[in-house]
Protein backbone atom coordinates (compact mmCIF):
# COMPACT_ATOMS: atom_id res chain seq x y z
CA UNK A 1 0.00 0.00 0.00
CA UNK A 2 3.66 2.22 1.04
CA UNK A 3 3.99 1.87 -3.02
CA UNK A 4 0.39 3.62 -3.96
CA UNK A 5 0.93 6.09 -2.17
CA UNK A 6 4.66 6.91 -2.91
CA UNK A 7 3.42 6.54 -6.39
CA UNK A 8 0.38 9.33 -5.60
CA UNK A 9 2.64 11.70 -3.89
CA UNK A 10 5.35 11.87 -6.69
CA UNK A 11 2.56 12.50 -9.47
CA UNK A 12 0.93 15.37 -6.81
CA UNK A 13 4.18 17.00 -6.44
CA UNK A 14 4.99 16.78 -10.24
CA UNK A 15 1.73 18.58 -11.16
CA UNK A 16 2.04 21.05 -8.23
CA UNK A 17 5.40 21.88 -9.48
CA UNK A 18 4.14 22.09 -13.13
CA UNK A 19 1.16 24.59 -12.22
CA UNK A 20 3.71 26.64 -10.11
CA UNK A 21 6.50 26.89 -13.28
CA UNK A 22 2.75 27.67 -15.72
CA UNK A 23 2.13 30.68 -13.34
CA UNK A 24 5.12 31.76 -12.78
CA UNK A 25 5.98 31.48 -16.22
CA UNK A 26 2.62 33.75 -16.64
CA UNK A 27 3.44 36.41 -15.15
CA UNK A 28 7.00 36.89 -15.83
CA UNK A 29 6.77 36.25 -19.70
CA UNK A 30 9.83 33.69 -19.32
CA UNK A 31 8.50 29.67 -20.27
CA UNK A 32 11.49 28.62 -19.00
CA UNK A 33 9.86 28.85 -15.04
CA UNK A 34 7.65 25.80 -16.56
CA UNK A 35 10.59 23.37 -17.12
CA UNK A 36 12.17 24.77 -14.19
CA UNK A 37 8.60 23.64 -11.65
CA UNK A 38 8.35 20.48 -13.90
CA UNK A 39 11.71 19.68 -13.08
CA UNK A 40 11.59 21.03 -9.41
CA UNK A 41 8.36 18.85 -8.86
CA UNK A 42 9.87 15.67 -10.20
CA UNK A 43 12.74 15.87 -8.18
CA UNK A 44 10.79 16.63 -5.13
CA UNK A 45 8.11 14.08 -6.07
CA UNK A 46 11.00 11.22 -6.72
CA UNK A 47 12.72 12.23 -2.65
CA UNK A 48 9.59 12.23 -1.28
CA UNK A 49 8.24 8.80 -2.93
CA UNK A 50 11.85 7.06 -2.51
CA UNK A 51 12.13 7.70 1.51
CA UNK A 52 8.43 6.54 1.69
CA UNK A 53 9.22 2.99 0.16
CA UNK A 54 12.78 3.19 1.79
CA UNK A 55 10.69 3.90 5.31
CA UNK A 56 8.34 0.70 4.31
CA UNK A 57 11.35 -1.55 4.09
CA UNK A 58 13.12 -0.83 7.64
Given at each position: MRVIA?????ATLTVLGLIA????GGRTGQQLWVIAGLFAGVV????AAIAMVLSERR
Open positions: AGGTFGVLIAGGL
